[in-house]
Nanobody
């Protein structure tokens, strides 16, 4: 059984930073893409960022470009999302996702496994 467990969410003031982590367990994947999505209250889940297996390819939503950075440590089966200059509109539940395929397919909305989510709240 594949598990994705996020951590690092919390309450932060506008302009602050948080670092989310997501650890994958239960099965060994090679060559897969990892991603972060988010869902704000009353809104649909939206793509935030994705990273390829070796980290050579990354994509970001326009709303987070220049503020968020995705990275991964394959030896630790962990993907990170460094979030800087946070805004109230970044408030959402953030979900880690795994795609046993390319980052292009992630951007197209194809995901194989989801985490349970971690709450990020940015106060104004």
């Amino acid at each position: 059984q594949v598990r994705l467990v996020e951590s690092g969410g919390g309450l932060v003031q506008t302009g602050g930073s948080l670092r989310l982590s997501c650890v994958t367990s239960g099965r060994t994947f090679v060559g897969h893409a990892m991603a972060w999505f988010r869902q704000a209250p009353g809104k649909e889940r939206e793509f935030v960022s994705t990273i390829s297996w070796r980290g050579y390819t990354t994509y970001y939503a326009d709303s987070v470009k220049g503020r968020f950075t995705i990275s991964r440590d394959n030896a630790r089966n962990t993907v990170y999302l460094q979030m800087n200059s946070l805004k109230p509109e970044d408030t959402a539940v953030y979900y880690c996702a795994l795609r046993d395929g390319s980052t292009d397919s992630v951007v197209a909305g194809v995901i194989d496994y989801w985490g349970q989510g971690t709450q990020v709240t940015v106060s104004s």
